[in-house]
């Protein structure tokens, strides 16, 4: 039997957690290095469609029954015009997706996404108050330098989790930062009693607004009691990216005055919203380089359009558990290459079809993103570098 490897992961975010989980389950040493002190209650919504519930559910019962106890279940994806309100697809989930790919969609605050997976991570495992500063692989393995001075040394493998403003991905690739794409975010989330007259409110339903980065998305959360609103909009002058900054819910109306007045019921509803710009990166040839590799926002962050960014995330976790399984230390290159090049097409596919910003506005075959299986993808042999 080959010895566990020692791991660490920067960055205790869903993706990096997701790793932890899967990598502890094969008995590898993981340490989480994580710059917050504390795991945070920030952030709202995640949409977890049936590509990331199945692989989330593989990393273990008590995983996917924490996710599913405080978790949504639209029942449909509908997808509607902005003014008239006609509908121009609907996709059943719920149960349907479950029979068809073999979970549903799962709609789920943040927090308690992260909760579901920090409990079955050891506690002790995780470094809090540890944001990776200097990465260098040495003869004994990889070094990391925390801002507080402190050090981890002789690792086997050192997994950039740590999002899109990645300290691993700029040492193995150099510092840039991400583009701001001219779009801003705005999130709300209102007691479903208050929308409950307006119509499919138990669904995820998208309104494609006139211009393609203009669109209203609303899906239940808290297992229906809130339901999540999440409107974007082109707007130039304001940069400022953030979980928890206020914005203006008069501001938030504006913009969208002119939507149907079902989409618009919604936005009255709201007492408070949050605002953030949107930032993204292109997607990058390779992700892996000696004993360093990357996953999630670290190596593809994406435009929210197609939700799919911490789906990603958990199907990168899995296939990289799965490439680190039985490996000894001298074959580590060879493994995250094998977990790169079995992820690299897929995401920068979701990547570049998030930026277009049509996928499924009329109708279409979701199998692709839906369908796919991060515990059955075949792992190849990388093509040479
Ligand atoms: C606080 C927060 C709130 C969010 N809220 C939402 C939301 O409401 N809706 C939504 O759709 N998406 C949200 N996201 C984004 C979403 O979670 C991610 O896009 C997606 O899950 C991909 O996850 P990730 O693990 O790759 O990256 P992230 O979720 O960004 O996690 C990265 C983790 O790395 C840590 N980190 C960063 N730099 C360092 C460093 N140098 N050293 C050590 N640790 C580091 C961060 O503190 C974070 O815990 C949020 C992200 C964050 C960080």
Redesign the pocket.
């Known amino acids: 039997m080959t010895n566990p490897l020692k791991i660490g992961i920067?960055?205790?975010?869903?993706?990096?957690l997701a790793a932890a989980c899967a990598l502890q389950r094969q008995g590898h040493d993981v340490t989480v290095?994580?710059?917050?002190r504390e795991y945070?209650r920030?952030?709202?919504?995640?949409?977890l469609t049936p590509n990331a519930v199945r692989a989330l559910d593989g990393l273990g019962a008590g995983i996917a029954a924490a996710a599913r106890a405080s978790a949504a279940r639209p029942t449909h994806r509908i997808s509607r015009t902005w003014d008239t309100g006609e509908e121009t697809s609907r996709l059943p989930m719920s149960d349907a997706a479950e029979r068809q790919y073999g979970a549903p969609q799962l709609t789920i605050h943040?927090a308690d996404l992260l909760a579901a997976l920090a409990e079955a991570f050891p506690r002790e495992r995780v470094r809090f108050a540890?944001?990776?500063?200097r990465i260098e692989e040495t003869e004994d393995g990889v070094a990391v330098r925390f801002a507080d001075g402190g050090e981890a040394r002789g690792l086997d493998v050192l997994v950039g989790?740590?999002?899109?403003?990645?300290?691993v991905r700029a040492a193995m690739f150099g510092a840039d930062a991400p583009r701001f794409t001219g779009v801003v975010a705005f999130?709300a989330v209102v007691p479903t009693e208050r929308v409950k007259d307006v119509p499919d409110i138990g669904a995820f339903t998208k309104w494609w607004g006139p211009a393609p980065e203009s669109q209203i998305v609303t899906f239940p959360l808290n297992q229906g009691r809130d339901t999540f609103v999440f409107a974007t909009t082109a707007q130039d002058a304001w940069h400022e990216e953030s979980?928890t900054t206020e914005g203006s819910v008069e501001e938030l109306r504006g913009f969208y005055a002119d939507f149907h007045p079902h989409a618009r019921a919604l936005l009255d509803a709201c007492d408070s919203v949050l605002k953030t710009a949107l930032y993204e990166r292109d997607p990058l040839p390779r992700w892996s380089q000696g004993r360093l590799t990357l996953?999630?926002?670290?190596c593809h962050?994406m435009m929210?359009f197609m939700a799919q960014?911490?789906g990603m995330?958990i199907e990168d976790a899995v296939v990289l558990a799965r490439a680190l399984e039985g490996v000894a230390a001298d074959a580590v290159p060879h493994a995250l290459r094998r977990y790169e090049q079995a992820r690299l097409e897929r995401t920068a596919r979701i990547q570049v079809g998030s930026r277009g910003n049509n996928w499924l506005r009329a109708g279409g075959n979701a199998d692709w993103v839906y369908g796919y299986d991060a515990w059955q993808v075949p792992l190849a042999e990388p093509a040479a570098a």
């Open positions: 920067a960055g205790g975010g869903i993706g990096g290095f994580e710059q917050s945070l920030v952030g709202a919504d995640i949409n943040r540890s944001r990776c500063e989790a740590d999002g899109i403003h990645s300290a999130r979980w996953l999630g926002d670290a962050p929210p960014g911490a995330a």
